[in-house]
């Protein structure tokens, strides 16, 4: 019985040291607009050397970005012709590219592509409905921008539904403005009968970008499968974690990239999958999925030198049974993060139905659970934490910088607050008002420098 009152221990620890100070302190906050507060979806936040941006929809549900240059606290909203249902899916995101054009894309699940651009560089009041290719855009969701490995600016989305989508990636051209296919074939392809959720890419800490996914059959989320990887230099040439050639399009009979063959209603979930490198840039994934009794277990893989090592990190007791479509709320179980806590100790940060929040620490080298908790230092200044609503269930946003402020000892995030998703189904009312949304300045503490 002692693993299971080391997974009880580690439970009823907490996620950080309630006196502990934390890593970085509030500097003030501007705020920005009032925002649409009865479901969960994303907004972004960008932020450059002159300027800052933000994407969101207002209290009217109208997709708008607001501007301000960075030595003045005035903002300039700019409203597009677009407006959000109750779709958690549809997040808006954007990217300035190296002329200094801002480019916005958002608000769809299986939609016609949406799509802006500025005619005028850092003049949010020139943003116009833009193409791309014209091709396999009438079913778009997932839109993200991102960098290749010399900094050109890459546009992925999915094209299709849960359980039959591939995955398309554009690259950009500034000198000409047009978007062509950056891959002949698609990234993903589900053949008609699944598609892949993936996380990523993302660019490591050995240069290469990473990918980590599950596969889906149905629309319904108890349906995800077979959490795999890859890996590639250059967004065009893919392998496996152990240097195996993988051809476009990534399938499912690609066994070389699985990372555990979870089976259909086997306790994976989308986005439920957290990556961190190891002191060696070797990829580890940390997630859950169900034992052979059914009962559901946070498991970390590390690729080993002749495959995934896996460790299973909890001995639950409780069962965890989840299913349904759309933007779910909270199933029963989360990977909440999955972090450097300190030298040579990792942190999963959980939350569970029956359990509550924790963090479970884990031995960098062996991956086992240690003994000796460590007081894992907050990031974010507890006054950020406060939830102003009184309107029951309502509860803090937030949105991570996706641009480079220049400042080493600062940074910023956008927060307001909402109600969480709702399988995208409208809500009866009542509705919480509208809340405010705010971009918050924080500086790290003397006491904390740079690792």
Not at 173 to 198: C, H, I, K, V
Not at 292 to 321: E, F, K, N, S
Request: with cysteine; proline share 7%.
């Amino acid at each position: 019985m002692k693993p299971l009152l080391i997974a009880i221990t580690l439970l009823a620890a907490p996620v950080a040291g309630a006196d502990v100070p934390a890593k970085y302190e509030h500097a003030g906050s501007i705020e920005i607009a009032e925002v649409v507060s009865d479901f969960r979806v994303g907004f972004s936040l960008l932020t450059t050397r002159s300027h800052q941006y933000a994407a969101y929809y207002d209290a009217e549900r109208r997709m708008t970005v607001s501007a301000r240059e960075r030595d003045t606290r005035d903002w300039i909203h700019q409203p597009l012709p677009s407006e959000v249902g109750w779709n958690s899916h549809n997040s808006v995101t954007m990217v300035v590219d190296a002329d200094g054009h801002l480019h916005v894309s958002g608000n769809m699940h299986a939609d016609p592509l949406v799509y802006f651009r500025t005619e005028t560089p850092g003049d949010i009041t020139t943003l116009r409905p833009a193409t791309m290719t014209g091709e396999l855009e009438n079913r778009v969701t997932y839109p993200r921008f991102f960098e290749d490995q010399d900094g050109r600016l890459v546009f992925s989305y999915r094209h299709g539904g849960s359980g039959d989508g591939i995955n398309i990636y554009n690259r950009y051209d500034p000198a000409t403005r047009t978007w062509s296919r950056l891959l002949d074939e698609p990234l993903f392809d589900g053949e008609g009968l699944r598609n892949a959720y993936p996380r990523g890419p993302v660019r490591g800490p050995d240069g290469m970008f990473h990918v980590h996914w599950v596969w889906r059959h149905t629309p319904c989320c108890a349906t995800n499968h077979h959490l795999s990887y890859a890996r590639s230099p250059d967004l065009v040439h893919w392998e496996s974690a152990f240097g195996e050639r993988v051809e476009l399009p990534i399938r499912f009979d690609h066994r070389e990239l699985v990372v555990d063959a979870a089976p259909s209603g086997g306790g994976l979930i989308n986005g439920g999958h957290r990556l961190l490198f190891d002191s060696e840039n070797r990829p580890q994934i940390a997630y859950h999925r169900a034992d052979g009794d059914g009962i559901m277990q946070i498991h970390v893989a590390r690729a080993g030198t002749d495959g995934w090592d896996h460790r299973v990190l909890t001995d639950w007791r409780m069962p965890v049974h989840f299913s349904g479509r759309g933007s779910m709320p909270f199933i029963g179980i989360a990977i909440r993060d999955f972090r450097k806590v300190a030298p040579g100790v990792l942190g999963i940060s959980y939350r569970h139905k029956h359990y509550g929040r924790g963090m479970i620490q884990i031995d960098a080298s062996s991956l086992k659970p240690v003994e000796d908790e460590v007081v894992v230092t907050p990031t974010m200044p507890r006054e950020l934490s406060r939830v102003d609503s009184d309107f029951p269930g309502i509860g803090i946003r937030r949105a991570h910088d996706l641009g480079d402020p220049g400042e080493e000892d600062a940074r910023y995030i956008l927060q307001w607050e909402s109600l969480g998703p709702n399988q995208d189904q409208a809500r009866p009312q009542p509705h919480p008002e509208p809340s405010m949304l705010r971009v918050h300045r924080l500086e790290r503490r003397a006491d904390h420098p740079r690792s």
